[in-house]
């Protein structure tokens, strides 16, 4: 993927988009973000958003910059699916098998990025409907992508989180409450 100054972002493993400032000298992408900062990424921490036509919202701008990846149609990432309600409480599983129609082919950091993809736009949506509590079934694993959710939620303000029931999720879930 080329990265030009002047094109617009949204970054993989966070929430925000921004706009390529220039290339460092190390190959890392220099990032002018929302609120005007210049940041620093690795190519494999951005998407590029190559449609104007679009508002530079998180939900569109993410399923733009898969579309403009080729991430689209049988490997794209289907949240509606994934989720459920139990109990009052919204849960995702953020499994590929429940997120994607197909993740054959995808290497690890690929799946991985899709999985924080409907990860985000899962949360994004239950901030924005004021929920609660929602519940995140990422599996036991090796525990990246566990470690990746938590790394997000600590970068958030007004939100609680834990290990959820063993009797309901096992080991691998982690249950968000949100202040407001």
């Given at each position: 993927m080329l990265f030009n100054p002047g094109q617009k972002v949204v970054f993989l493993h966070e929430s925000g988009h921004g706009i390529v400032d220039s290339i460092?000298?190390?190959?890392?992408?220099i990032i002018l973000d929302e609120d005007g900062f210049k940041r620093e990424y690795l190519k494999s921490q951005l998407a590029i958003?190559?449609?104007?036509?679009?508002?530079?919202?998180?939900?569109?701008?993410?399923?733009?910059?898969?579309?403009?990846?080729?991430?689209?149609?049988?490997?794209?990432v289907n949240t509606y699916?994934?989720?459920?309600?139990?109990?009052d409480v919204s849960e995702i599983?953020?499994?590929?098998?429940?997120?994607?129609?197909?993740?054959?082919?995808?290497?690890?950091?690929e799946i991985l990025s899709r999985q924080m993809i409907a990860f985000r736009q899962f949360y994004q949506r239950a901030r924005s409907q004021k929920k609660g509590k929602i519940v995140i079934i990422?599996?036991?694993?090796?525990?990246?992508?566990?470690y990746e959710v938590?790394?997000?939620?600590?970068?958030?303000?007004?939100?609680?989180?834990?290990?959820?029931?063993?009797?309901?999720?096992?080991?691998?879930?982690t249950v968000i409450l949100m202040k407001y």
């Open positions: 460092a000298s190390n190959g890392r992408i958003v190559q449609n104007e036509q679009y508002p530079i919202d998180e939900d569109v701008a993410t399923n733009i910059a898969l579309q403009d990846q080729g991430l689209s149609g049988a490997n794209s699916s994934a989720e459920r309600r139990k109990n599983d953020l499994h590929i098998e429940e997120i994607t129609e197909s993740h054959r082919g995808l290497s690890n950091h990422h599996g036991v694993g090796e525990g990246v992508l566990r938590r790394s997000f939620l600590n970068k958030e303000n007004g939100v609680e989180y834990f290990d959820a029931d063993y009797l309901d999720y096992g080991q691998g879930a």
